[in-house]
């Protein structure tokens, strides 16, 4: 794959009669997992695909036309062909359009080469996504988590002139590979960047453990730790349904208010309601399954503006659950809000007024913070 003489590799059970067997992982980085006591194959299928040309139906469909994902040894009449298939398949089902982009990716040992479908439907969700927000005027920060060869962050920079993608991932080898493509692809490390996982993201210990000085290939160019407080308004995630679970805290604190996420590489069948419900509990809204092809699903969510895990939860339930659990004085106390304080006489009424106001947006948060930590304790 680093030579550019395969492009994938799919992983499968070798064994349709595979009983698998219980192997301890304890301390072993597995299939981008922290080690666990595991269910294991006793016989592995890996499947390489290697440089024949696009099929009729390679690339991925984006909203308003088709994207053609070129490896090194793709030629102009490869292309062609990938964009005959797409206008016959566009024709076939009533969609498609003008626009054709074209995303360069260098063979290497990162996931991510467009034939999967779970990057298919990653890739044409964040290009619709990042093209709505940019219709808007809007300058539009992304964040790739899990980016491999960075392809679904490439295809969603295509969708407008305000976009900034930044990549994470544990592997340093994909790191160098994306910012390989980045470069391939003319864009400057302002707008495509590459880093290792934030501080105390969960499995964000391995990179130490992974590029070391002990490590097999330890770090030799400037990577730095993911570290942006102010939020951004995309978040990707095409990486395992485990990983996604332990990740659900740090990709609610990655995610601006009211900001998307969409979540890939999960079983439907098997997999989706478990991660889903992580990501409810964090306090994402509208979690969803978006779309489904073959076995994949892609969960959608947006952040609830204000934080928390508050889900369907009325402000009124909230400030009544606090005056009834701590009383006026103390919840004024506690809050720092003066409009709770008993001097003033407050009510119910009064107090859903003053945090309703824009203004009083701190008031708020405070309010909904206090609710989590003394009713849902």
């Not at 073959?294 to 606090?322: H, N």
Request: charged share 30%; glycine share 14%; net charge negative.
């Amino acid at each position: 794959m680093e030579s550019g003489l395969f492009h994938s590799a799919t992983v499968t059970d070798g064994r349709e009669d595979d009983d698998s067997v219980e192997v301890d992982l304890s301390g072993v980085f597995f299939h981008g997992e922290p080690g666990l006591r595991s269910q294991c194959w006793s016989e592995t299928l890996i499947t390489l695909g290697y440089g024949d040309g696009v099929d009729d139906e390679g690339g991925i469909p984006v909203e308003d036309g088709s994207c053609v994902v070129k490896m090194p040894f793709h030629n102009d009449e490869d292309v062609a062909k990938a964009l005959a298939g797409f206008q016959r398949s566009g024709e076939e089902n009533g969609k498609g359009g003008d626009k054709i982009i074209e995303v360069l990716v260098a063979g290497g040992g990162a996931f991510g080469t467009g034939e999967h479908p779970t990057t298919r439907m990653c890739s044409a969700w964040a290009y619709k996504v990042t093209k709505e927000l940019c219709k808007k005027g809007r300058e539009v920060d992304i964040c790739d988590y899990g980016a491999g060869t960075g392809l679904i962050g490439l295809v969603a920079l295509a969708a407008g002139d305000k976009v900034r993608v930044r990549g994470v991932e544990v592997d340093h080898l994909a790191i160098v590979s994306g910012r390989e493509n980045g470069e391939l692809n003319n864009w400057s490390r302002g707008q495509f960047e590459m880093y290792a996982p934030p501080v105390g993201a969960a499995g964000g210990d391995l990179w130490e453990r992974l590029t070391g000085v002990d490590a097999i290939d330890p770090v030799e160019e400037d990577v730095e730790r993911y570290d942006d407080g102010k939020g951004v308004d995309v978040v990707l995630a095409n990486i395992l349904a485990g990983p996604l679970k332990e990740l659900a805290p740090t990709i609610w604190s990655l995610t601006k208010d009211n900001g998307r996420v969409g979540l890939s590489g999960i079983v439907t069948e098997s997999q989706a309601e478990g991660v889903m419900e992580e990501y409810r509990k964090v306090g994402f809204k509208d979690v969803r399954v978006e779309r489904t092809d073959g076995i994949w699903g892609f969960v959608t969510m947006r952040k609830r503006v204000g934080g928390g895990r508050l889900e369907g939860v009325k402000l009124k339930e909230i400030v009544e659950a606090l005056v009834e659990e701590l009383g006026w004085s103390r919840l004024a106390t506690l809050s720092g809000v003066r409009a709770f304080e008993v001097e003033g006489k407050p009510t119910i009424k009064s107090a859903l007024k003053f945090l309703r106001d824009q203004n009083h947006d701190w008031a708020r948060k405070t309010v909904e913070e206090l609710y989590e930590e003394i009713i849902n304790e």
